[in-house]
């Protein structure tokens, strides 16, 4: 290029698929689940253990180590145990049962999450929920609240064998719709595992912070909203154009 020359200007990528973490960005999850254990053990302060205990089993069933049935229940277990309550298998499945009812009457969607979806599909592009959950519960979720229909494929992080953030979970939902990770986008409710690791794989990584006091550090390449109802307007800005002719 000559001294001086204009460089070129930056083109924006065509968007052709969104994907959308389902817990915490789509239903409120967290709400439903600290409501259950709340009535199950008459104390509201016990989540924190809860979340950490299950993280520590997530992470085993996407290492093969256990299948989702075994983990929910030595999850139940182990988190009885940190209370002092040691169960048998028999108390703890019963315990589960109670706890999963209790969630599922509970769960709710986002008011923002129905016109976002709306707006999705009428520009065109392919949509995938992808969890780390999981995947017959997930599934479940999606059609109990009226969701299955908006999307075009479910991943799930214990049928594919690896978790958000790492990239070949992203990679496997862009090569099952078949687009580039550039021409992606990615939402989800936190920051490292959904954002990040979405920017990390060559996604347009999203982060929905809901409930933001405004006062957030935000990592280098990461977008960031506070609700679904921003997402449209953060699209057309950063794509060159919105979706491309789709077999649905």
Not at 76 to 98: M, W
Not at 162 to 190: I, N, Q, R, W, Y
Not at 220 to 238: A, F, N, Y
Request: hydrophobic share 45%.
């Amino acid at each position: 290029m000559p001294f001086g020359a204009p460089a070129d200007p930056w083109i924006p990528p065509n968007l052709r698929l969104v994907c959308l973490d389902i817990d915490d960005t789509l239903v409120d999850f967290t709400a439903a689940c600290r409501t259950a254990l709340a009535v199950l053990l008459g104390r509201s302060d016990l989540w924190p253990l809860w979340e950490r205990i299950t993280e520590r089993h997530t992470a085993m069933v996407v290492s093969g180590d256990l299948d989702y049935a075994a983990a929910h229940l030595r999850r139940t277990q182990c988190f009885l145990g940190e209370l002092g309550v040691v169960v048998d298998t028999e108390h703890a499945s019963g315990f589960e049962t109670r706890r999963k009812e209790l969630v599922r009457r509970s769960w709710r969607l986002f008011s923002d999450v129905l016109p976002c979806l709306d707006w999705l599909r009428a520009a065109g592009v392919l949509l995938a929920a992808v969890t780390n959950a999981s995947g017959a519960h997930q599934r479940a979720k999606l059609t109990d609240l009226g969701l299955a229909r908006f999307f075009d494929h479910v991943a799930i992080a214990g049928e594919i064998g690896v978790a958000k953030p790492d990239p070949v979970m992203f990679h496997s939902v862009c090569a099952t719709l078949g687009c580039t990770p550039e021409e992606v986008a990615h939402v989800g409710d936190k920051l490292h595992t959904d954002a990040v690791g979405a920017r990390d794989a060559g996604l347009a990584g999203i982060w929905l912070d809901r409930g933001s006091c405004g006062e957030r550090e935000v990592p280098e390449g990461v977008h960031v909203i506070d609700g679904l109802d921003e997402l449209p307007q953060l699209l057309v800005s950063e794509f060159a154009r919105i979706g491309v002719p789709a077999q649905r």
